[in-house]
């Protein structure tokens, strides 16, 4: 199947301070790339979609200038969480698909954020 | 409105059957997916349904009813690394996924 990598797994920081996560499709090119949310026991929250080469589609509520995403070629996408607060402390997951759109999404191994 | 029910959570043996039903209700339809996620994990894929039938994979199949916006996940031969959980999604007319809350299974020995 298709292998999705993330990085960093876990990352603490401060208060105040930016943190990126990458998201990298390691065996395909993930024209499509979704950021998603999830808090302890609760569903996933989708929070953006990126197009390579495109600006991201950010779901309702979600602020695009506090979750910056750059998706700047077939294979990589960026999230980048700044000014970072307590409340932002959630695990993070990102999927990528192919060309077609109905293509099956698969998960990065997504990365655990806690801010001080 | 969009909308995917699935139980909250079920308990079952090791070395049973069973059964994780997902029902839905959206705006077209491209395919059912369902996912495992074990706890503290990102999901990982498990089955793809968009025509009416049963797909089997190993002791995991999945079946598919658009007329009556239904499907399962059959889990056979129970094993504790199975305790997870089950995700059922739906691709609507707009290519966009739409999640239900998830299923937790509970296998006990």
């Known amino acids: 199947g298709a292998v999705v990598s993330q990085h960093p797994s876990r990352v603490i920081c401060k208060s105040g301070t930016s943190v990126k996560i990458e998201c990298r499709s390691l065996?395909?090119?993930?024209?499509?790339m979704f950021w998603y949310r999830q808090f302890p026991k609760k569903s996933l929250m989708l929070m953006a979609t990126?197009?390579?080469?495109?600006?991201?589609?950010?779901e309702q509520g979600v602020e695009k200038d506090k979750f910056l995403i750059n998706h700047a070629s077939l294979t990589l996408s960026t999230l980048t969480v700044t000014s970072a607060h307590p409340e932002d402390s959630s695990f993070y997951i990102c999927?990528?698909?192919?060309?077609?759109?109905?293509?099956?999404?698969?998960f990065g191994p997504g990365t655990r954020l806690l801010v001080l | 409105g969009q909308n995917i029910d699935q139980p909250t959570e079920m308990t079952a043996t090791e070395g049973a059957i069973v059964q994780i039903n997902c029902t839905y209700q959206?705006?077209?339809?491209?395919?059912l997916f369902w996912y495992q996620q074990h706890a503290g994990e990102a999901p990982t894929f498990l089955s793809y349904?968009?025509l009416d039938g049963l797909e089997e994979k190993g002791r995991f199949s999945s079946f598919l009813s658009r007329s009556k916006g239904y499907s399962y996940l059959l889990l056979k031969e129970l094993q504790m690394k199975d305790s997870a959980s089950y995700l059922c999604?739906?691709?609507?007319?707009?290519?966009?996924?739409?999640w239900g809350a998830g299923t937790k299974l509970i296998i006990k020995p």
């Open positions: 349904n968009v």
């Open positions: 990126s197009n390579e080469g495109s600006k991201a589609t950010y």
């Open positions: 999927s990528a698909k192919g060309q077609s759109l109905a293509e099956t999404q698969y």
């Open positions: 959206t705006s077209g339809f491209n395919g």
């Open positions: 065996d395909f090119q993930a024209t499509t």
């Open positions: 999604a739906v691709m609507d007319s707009n290519y966009q996924l739409i």
